[in-house]
């Protein structure tokens, strides 16, 4: 089999792997290299499928931790060819970062780098797994609420005024009776989504 060949074939058969390790610091769950070896070198090895590592990039850095001791900061740029038995081959570049106080970032790094080049590239499943438009920022989510609380812009004061008396609504009562106010130009978007939302079934007065 070619190289294309190979990778469809290991990712028909490539299990989920689950986060099951936990980071002891701070606690969140993970899935490590480990796993990911002990997974995918039997597929690998059945569908004669080999990876050759280059590193492209590499910095290194010291900085002081928060109890005064020397902690080595990694980042390695790598490029993994995936070789086929017949020579085929496709190039996956990653990223890893690791930080160590010993002599071991660089392997970290490269563990790092390593293991998401396996995830990408048969993209392994795993129990856990987010999709990103699933979650909405912070910032985005603070954002959104701050323009809920803004006045509405004319256009709308007016159009939400025109469907009221429409709907055969006395617009002054309800607007001092609901929100503590006269006029339709003192409303918030989030109130005027909420009378809209709550008349719109209503019928037309004839």
């Known amino acids: 089999m070619n190289i294309y ?6 990712m028909e058969e490539v299990p989920a792997i689950g986060k099951t390790k936990t980071n002891k610091t701070q606690g969140f769950k993970f899935r490590g290299i480990d796993d990911v070896m ?3 070198q039997p597929l690998l090895s059945k569908n004669k499928v080999f990876i050759v590592p280059e590193i492209l990039e590499q910095t290194r850095e010291e900085r002081t931790t928060s109890k005064g001791g020397t902690l080595i900061y990694s980042i390695c740029k790598i490029k993994y060819k995936f070789f086929a038995e017949d020579g085929t081959f496709i190039e996956a570049i990653t990223i890893g970062e690791g930080m160590d106080s ?3 970032a660089t392997n970290k790094a490269m563990a790092i780098a390593m293991k998401y080049a396996l995830f990408q590239v048969f993209c392994i499943p795993t129990e856990e797994m987010k999709d990103p438009d699933s979650e909405t920022p912070e910032e985005s989510q603070k954002k959104e609420e701050a323009e809920l609380e803004e006045l509405v812009t004319d256009t709308q004061a007016k159009t939400i005024y025109a469907i009221m008396k429409q709907k055969g ?5 309800q607007l001092q009776s609901n929100y503590g106010i006269s006029n339709t130009n003192e409303l918030t978007k989030r109130q005027y989504a909420s009378i809209l939302n709550a008349i719109k079934k209503l019928p037309n007065k004839e």
Do not use: P, Y
Not at 169 to 173: G, R, Y
């Open 102 to 104: 010993g002599d071991k």
């Open 169 to 173: 609504l006395d617009v002054e009562k």
């Open 38 to 40: 002990n997974a995918l």
């Open 5 to 10: 060949e190979s990778i469809t074939k290991i």
